[in-house]
Structure formats: C-alpha cells, structure tokens
C-alpha cells in the first residue's frame, strides 16, 4: 500500500513538504490520528493560511478499546475502524508515514519516507507495547495495542487450540487489558469445546492498586469463576517460541503467550531537554504544552498530565478532551491570545469481564456486573466513527450482554 494523498489545492506538492528547496508558509503538524489527534485537527482547521498535516502509519483510525472483542471474535473488526481521512477536515491533508524521531530543537520531524519542518506541533502517537527489556522471540509473543495484532490473536488462537491437546495461555501482566483479554479467550476455546488453562503473571505484588477492596474481590470472585490462575510477584524469564520460563523457576509447555504488561511512549526517538516519566510519556504544563517549547503541544496517551498528585490515566475520553484544548490552543498561539488551562472532567471507568464487568463512575459511584458492561459498550458505540458502526456496539450494549447470539 502506498502513500495516502488527497490533492485538495494545497500550496505544497503532492509529495510532501519537505525540509529542503522550497519557501513554505506556516505549518502545523499533527502525529497520530487516533482520537486526541483527530480531536486536534477538528480544532485546529479553522486557522487559515496555515498548511495542515496528519500523519500516521496506518489509513485508519481504531476503537481501541474493543481490541479484546476482536482478539475473541466477539465483535467484526470492521466496526472498530474508519478512514482518519474522513474524519478530519478538508483542509487537512493526511498522509501514511511512520514517525521514527522528532527534535523538537531543530523543529524537524523525521518519518520513513521523509523529513519535515513545523511551525506548531501536536504529539497524539498514542502506545506501543512495552517489553521491559525483554527480547526473546518476540515474533512468537501477541500483543494487543493495534488493530492488526488484535486481528492476529483471532486467526491465530482457534488454529493453536486444534493443535494443542493441552492448550495453555499465558499472559505477561495482569492488568484490566490482561483481564479482559484472558476473558474472551476463555470464552472462545469454550465455544470450540476446548478445555483452556490460563495464567496471569504480574510483576507487582497485587494487581490493579487503585482498585477498592471490595472491587478486588469482586475480581478475585470472577477470576475463580472462569479458572484464572494468578502469580503475582514473577515476571517471564524465558521464552524459546513455545515454552516459557518465569523468574521464580516455574515452567510451562508450549503455551500461547500474550504480552499486556503495559505500554510506552510510540516514537522510537525524540530529541530536546523535556522531561518524561518511565513509561515515556512527555510532562506537559497545564495547558498541555511542552515546558521550553512553545508552539509544541502532548495529547492523550502521549502526555503525562499531572492528575491528583500522579499523572491521568490513559483513556479515551481524556484523548478527545486533551486533543480538543491543544487543537484550541494551537489556534490561540496563532492569533497571540491567552493559551487555555486543561481541566478535564472524569466521566470514570469500566473494565468489562466477558458477563460481568467492575468500574467506577465519575471517580465515586462503584459499577458492576451487567449494568457496568452495558455502560463499557454503549460508550463504545458513542465514540465511535460512524453510524454503523455506533449501532453494532448499541446491539451489544441491549442483547449480546444478555447471553444471546453473538453476532
């Protein structure tokens, strides 16, 4: 697949707008066409005369969320992506390339195909995951941060069980991705009358800290229910394609591993005296700029925006409502008004458990079992991209959480 142009009377040639042999007017790029950056861009197209870029490796933008019920063929992974071209506005080009390192001290950015100069930047990369450091056969390890590996996960799990007279799952973290994945395969090599082991192993001394106890147990009860078993304090050692290796000695056979330990900072390099924290997400100030860098804005997963002494979480919402404010931003830097203070509102969290489900909403009101479940998938239909693709969620959200046919 080649490049995605669309030649809407732009000032710059169809291949680009490189650093090099040409005058150029103003420019603001945007990485990432997830949710913060096709946020941004709907703000930031009403500048004029101001060449607008997006980039990002794939054409199309994904409903991250539901990747489990992809990787478990609950849901068609057509109803979790759509075209960024047709999200964005018009004015806005949109071009497939891959960010390998930005200097925000040179103001160059620099992709696969070529090098890029900005006036305003917005960072909205999103996750990659993250290994640790680990680097054993990763070909062999699925993971579950895009659409294409969730899709990896669908083919290639059902032909694992056929093959396999003791079929074992082995997941690195166990965390709400871990849990909802583990879930929904469970689910799936029970329709295929599989009989499935699965292992959670979490490096911490207990999973998901800012759970209540209550929350917990209701966690622990539902890991019981569908035969979970858990190691906590242990990570992988070792993995030869087949078997895995855990620090504490344990050994397990031809095991169909997942990595859902966690996620990282997606561009490989970035230059420029910013600080960041472990995961390599950008320390932004209250307006979402980078300290030391005007013009230069870090949207959702891609910034670590200081939260109730911490940092907030990564979520959907908070990529849409960050993407929104440095989009308004960008527009205030232009015309030489007052940036904007980002001060979003948490609407809350669901982790959905196959039929059951654990959440909080509006960071106080606990949320459980079916009711959170409907919450988890209804808003999934609400952010999504198109009508269609809404409704498919909607169903989910009134029938398939009832126990009835899946599609």
Request: proline share 4%; hydrophobic share 35%.
């Amino acid at each position: 697949m080649g490049i995605i142009l669309f030649d809407r009377t732009y000032s710059f040639p169809l291949e680009g707008c490189p650093v090099k042999g040409r005058s150029r007017k103003s420019r603001i790029i945007i990485l990432g066409g997830g949710f913060g950056g096709i946020a941004c861009s709907k703000k930031a197209a009403s500048v004029k005369n101001h060449e607008i870029l997006l980039l990002d490796k794939n054409p199309y933008t994904t409903m991250l969320p539901s990747l489990p019920d992809v990787a478990g063929d609950r849901i068609e992974a057509r109803y979790l992506e759509e075209d960024i071209s047709r999200m964005v506005p018009s004015n806005i080009r949109v071009s497939r390339e891959e960010v390998q390192s930005v200097s925000l001290d040179r103001s160059i950015i620099q992709t696969n195909k070529q090098e890029y100069r900005y006036d305003y930047l917005a960072i909205a990369t999103g996750s990659v995951t993250n290994f640790y450091g680990f680097n054993q056969n990763l070909e062999g390890i699925h993971t579950l941060t895009s659409l294409e590996e969730g899709k990896r996960i669908r083919y290639e799990f059902p032909r694992y069980l056929e093959r396999t007279k003791k079929p074992h799952v082995i997941l690195a973290g166990a965390g709400y991705t871990a849990l909802e994945l583990a879930g929904a395969l469970a689910v799936r090599a029970g329709e295929k009358g599989a009989a499935l082991r699965i292992t959670l192993v979490e490096k911490a001394d207990r999973i998901l800290p800012f759970l209540t106890p209550k929350q917990h147990d209701h966690i622990r009860r539902y890991m019981d229910r569908m035969g979970f078993r858990l190691l906590v304090s242990d990570s992988i050692e070792g993995f030869d394609g087949s078997n895995v290796r855990l620090h504490s000695g344990r050994e397990f056979s031809d095991c169909f591993i997942c990595w859902t330990a966690g996620t990282k900072f997606a561009i490989p390099q970035i230059e420029g005296d910013i600080e960041r924290i472990p995961d390599g997400r950008i320390r932004v100030n209250e307006n979402l700029e980078v300290p030391g860098y005007p013009g230069v804005f870090a949207i959702g997963d891609s910034a670590a925006i200081n939260s109730e002494g911490g940092y907030l979480r990564k979520a959907v919402n908070f990529a849409v409502y960050s993407g929104t404010r440095a989009g308004d931003n960008i527009r205030r830097s232009i015309g030489g008004r007052p940036l904007r203070a980002f001060h979003p509102i948490d609407l809350g969290w669901v982790i959905p458990l196959h039929k059951d489900s654990v959440g909080r909403i509006f960071g106080k009101i606990p949320v459980s079992g079916r009711i959170g479940l409907k919450m988890h998938y209804f808003m999934c239909g609400f952010r999504n991209f198109n009508w269609k693709n809404a409704l498919a969620f909607y169903k989910m959200a009134l029938f398939n959480t009832k126990g009835g046919k899946r599609r």
